[in-house]
Each structure stands twice: as C-alpha cells, then as structure tokens.
C-alpha cells in the first residue's frame, strides 16, 4: 500500500504532536495521567520446602479508583496457589464486585474486582489482594512471582502502572535426627575392646546413625560396627573416620532396618574410653533390649557384662 509519509515526516509529526501535549498540559487543557504503583510485598522471601507463605499485592498512590485487575505468575512445579483475598483498600470505598482466579497448571493467581454503583473511588495507597501459597515438598530454589496483565481503572480511566515483581527463595528443611534407641548412659570403669551381643527392637526402626557415649573428658567412640541377623546377613557395616567433624556419631549410607521383635547380633569395636553399662542384658529407654555376649577389652580380657552406651537415630 502507497505511505504518503515517510520515516522523516512521521518523525518530524511525532515530534510536533509531543510538543502540542506538553503545552496543553501546562496551560491546563489537557490534565496529566497519574502513573500509579503495584508491587508484590514483601518482595522477597524465604521459606521452607512444604510451607506455607503469603504475599500481598498492593498500590500506591492512586487517586480515584475504582477498579482493580492483575495476574500473578508463578512457577506450578515449586508451589500451588491455594486461595486469593480481597484486600481492604478497594472495600474501603463501598461494596465489590470480583473474585480471585487461580490456575495451578499453567502458574497464575489474579482477581478482578470493582466498586458497586454508590460506592465511592478511593485514593491513597493500600492492599489490593492476598494470595496464600503451599510449597512443594522437593522444591528448592529461588522463584520468581511477575505481575502481569495488571489494569488500574480510575474515574478518570485507565491510568498507566509500574509493576513491581517478587520472588520466593525455598530451601530443603535440615534433617531432624529422632533417637529410636538408647540404652541410657553408662559409667567407668571403661577400656576400649570388642563387644559381640544382640538386639531385639520392641518397634521396627530406621537407622542413619549411632552415637557412643563417651566418658568425661575423653574421646570415647566406636571405630567400626557391624549388624548382622541370626541367618549372618551382614545387614549395615561402617567404619569410624576419625576425629573430625560429627565425630561421636557412625553414619549409615544406606540406613538399616531393624524389624519389631526380631533379634540381631552386633560386633561394634571402640576407641578411648566409651560409658559403659555393667550388666548382661538392659532395656533401653524405648522399651528394647540388648545384651552382652562376650567383650574382649584391648589387653585381652574377656567379660560378658559389659554392654557399650549407644544410641540409634532416624533422620526424617
């Protein structure tokens, strides 16, 4: 189609016409547009996987509005929208037409909402709407929430809008170590050696790591253990490596199972001077029982009433 006006003459039009509106604005003609604020708040955050948050979606410095629109967008695989809440700033004005809009598949949460007829526009700043979140229990990560699609509807019509946009850091929630059996604590006098017994759970459990008492002011531990079952499976076997770091503890990589009243033999040889417990057999403070079979100290000596202080833990 034949364009009567080339680049220079458009541009030279554009030109003339910003200039007709600067000085109609300043005589007072034509008013200037309001540029009003919309924000995600807080705008930043940090929760745990499997929470729960909130955010706020609110406006500044508007004069005269009468309605509100905006989208939220999120990413579905980190979190679920789980409901919107019309904020007080709109309602303040009279009673609303509108609701929220959430679609957990593609990743938004918006609302829609306005001034019923008698109502009266209002002007200031204030909270829009409330959306409610659930994290998914594998995210991780920092995500992004971007408004969109926003619309600021005043008296005077629509008014332009500077968004500004939020994000959610979700971090994986430290393991917590549950004791699922503990002989108590025992006492002197201690040597370390090799201690052969049994265990009989009175509830299945999951083990991750053992602990060794130690006796004061000494580096008590145990350096290598071994669980097997009454047919010899070897079902968890471990070394000690040293004294670094969580030092009092043995570590399974994979954890072991102990099933509810089956019993299992232990080899577990020590260093230094763990608590000991001088008996043949003790229930432990879950309702367990380990014995002692036979320990044979580090000069020799054998004894069958003496049952190393351990805890078992689960990590969930």
């Known amino acids: 189609m034949y364009n009567k006006y080339n680049n220079?003459?458009?541009?030279k039009m554009q030109a003339g016409i910003m200039r007709i509106a600067a000085v109609l604005v300043l005589i007072g003609i034509v008013s200037p547009v309001d540029t009003s604020v919309v924000k995600v708040v807080p705008d930043s955050q940090t929760v745990l996987a499997g929470e729960n948050f909130s955010v706020n979606i609110t406006i500044e410095d508007v004069t005269n509005m009468d309605a509100a629109q905006a989208r939220l967008f999120f990413d579905p695989?980190?979190?679920?929208?789980?409901?919107?809440?019309?904020?007080?700033?709109?309602k303040s004005g009279g009673s609303t037409l509108g609701s929220p809009i959430i679609n957990n598949t593609e990743g938004f949460a918006g609302f829609v909402y306005m001034l019923l007829p008698g109502g009266a526009?209002?002007?200031?700043?204030?909270?829009?709407?409330?959306?409610?979140?659930?994290?998914?229990?594998e995210a991780e990560g920092t995500f992004n929430l971007n408004l969109t699609?926003?619309?600021?509807?005043?008296?005077?019509?629509?008014?332009?809008?500077?968004?500004?946009?939020?994000?959610?850091?979700?971090?994986?929630?430290?393991?917590?170590?549950?004791?699922?059996?503990?002989?108590?604590?025992?006492?002197?006098p201690s040597i370390s050696g090799t201690h052969n017994g049994t265990i009989k759970p009175n509830q299945t459990i999951t083990v991750h790591k053992m602990y060794t008492y130690p006796c004061a002011g000494t580096g008590g531990h145990s350096k290598y253990v071994r669980i097997q079952s009454n047919e010899s499976w070897i079902i968890a076997e471990e070394n000690w490596t040293g004294y670094k770091g969580d030092w009092h503890n043995l570590s399974f990589n994979p954890p072991f199972t102990l099933e509810s009243g089956l019993t299992y033999?232990?080899?577990?040889?020590?260093?230094?001077?763990?608590?000991?417990?001088?008996?043949q057999n003790r229930t432990t403070?879950?309702?367990?029982?380990?014995?002692?079979?036979?320990?044979?100290?580090?000069?020799?000596?054998?004894?069958?009433?003496w049952i190393l202080a351990i805890k078992f833990f689960t990590i969930k």
Do not use: W
């Open 8 to 11: 220079k003459t458009k541009t």
């Open 77 to 90: 695989s980190a979190m679920n929208a789980t409901g919107g809440i019309e904020g007080e700033f709109l």
């Open 121 to 137: 526009p209002v002007t200031g700043s204030g909270v829009l709407a409330t959306i409610n979140f659930n994290t998914s229990e």
């Open 149 to 188: 699609e926003i619309i600021i509807n005043t008296t005077a019509g629509e008014i332009p809008v500077d968004a500004y946009n939020g994000t959610v850091k979700i971090l994986t929630p430290t393991p917590t170590p549950t004791v699922v059996f503990d002989t108590g604590s025992g006492t002197y």
């Open 265 to 279: 033999n232990y080899t577990i040889k020590t260093g230094s001077y763990p608590q000991i417990i001088h008996a």
């Open 285 to 305: 403070l879950n309702g367990s029982l380990i014995t002692c079979e036979e320990f044979t100290d580090a000069n020799g000596k054998r004894y069958d009433d």
